[in-house]
């Protein structure tokens, strides 16, 4: 079975330039999360979704930051304009109801 | 929002020994999993254990939700238990994170 799939998987762009980062979850799970870690802060959840509505965005860190989730089978992460210290590894995750948490293998993003 | 404490931050262990890792946190949950986070960055799933005892082979876990505790055992520890074990709490789906455990197995 397909695990949870992001896109790309590493990149490394300019600041100002915008972002986007994609995310398939797991077919029939509901609920959908994107996550950033970083050394200083650990694991943060940035938003939350559950049947394509976004629930929860406090942890989106500023306008800067957007999410989407058109339909059940894909997410999208928006950084625009993005700056270096929004290098980190950004993680998508989804789960079926509140049950086990399945983790795509993250986006590791580089501003320079 | 809920604290989570893990101990010990960082733990070296000779193959095939045994430990104990800790996750505290400071108020009721209805839902707790342990993740494995490897060398390459992979977070796996362990555990959804919000109360009670479960085993997966070498590795079991125990919650006390009353306590407000969990602990995951390892057994005969093996280099590939290497990487970071976090534990993640929640009261409905927004999940807290502790620091972790960093865990070096050494053949």
């Known amino acids: 079975d397909a695990g949870v799939i992001q896109s790309p998987r590493h990149e490394v762009t300019e600041m100002g330039q915008e972002v986007t980062l994609r995310c398939k979850p797991i077919s029939g799970h509901d609920y959908l999360f994107w996550y950033r870690q970083t050394m200083m802060r650990g694991l943060e959840l940035l938003i939350y979704?559950?049947?394509?509505?976004?629930?929860?965005d406090s942890g989106m860190p500023e306008d800067r930051f957007s999410a989407k989730m058109p339909n059940a089978s894909f997410s999208t992460l928006k950084i625009q304009p993005s700056e270096p210290r929004d290098s980190a590894v950004y993680f998508c995750?989804?789960?079926?109801?509140?049950?086990?948490?399945?983790f795509g293998e993250g986006s590791w993003l580089t501003v320079v | 929002g809920i604290q989570v404490e893990q101990s010990p931050p960082d733990l070296i262990l000779q193959e095939g020994a045994n430990s104990t890792l800790r996750c505290n946190f400071s108020?009721?949950?209805?839902?707790l999993q342990w993740f494995h986070q490897n060398p390459w960055g992979q977070l796996i799933n362990l555990f959804y254990?919000?109360?009670g005892t479960k085993q997966n082979g070498r590795l079991s876990a125990t919650t006390v939700a009353t306590e407000r505790y969990s602990l995951l055992y390892i057994s005969s520890s093996q280099t590939t238990d290497s990487g970071v074990y976090f534990c993640?709490?929640?009261?409905?789906?927004?999940?807290?994170f502790g620091t972790g455990t960093s865990l070096t197995v050494i053949p």
């Open positions: 993640a709490v929640s009261t409905g789906n927004q999940f807290y």
């Open positions: 979704f559950n049947n394509n509505v976004p629930i929860d």
């Open positions: 108020d009721s949950v209805n839902n």
């Open positions: 254990i919000p109360s």
């Open positions: 995750a989804s789960s079926f109801a509140t049950g086990k948490i399945y």
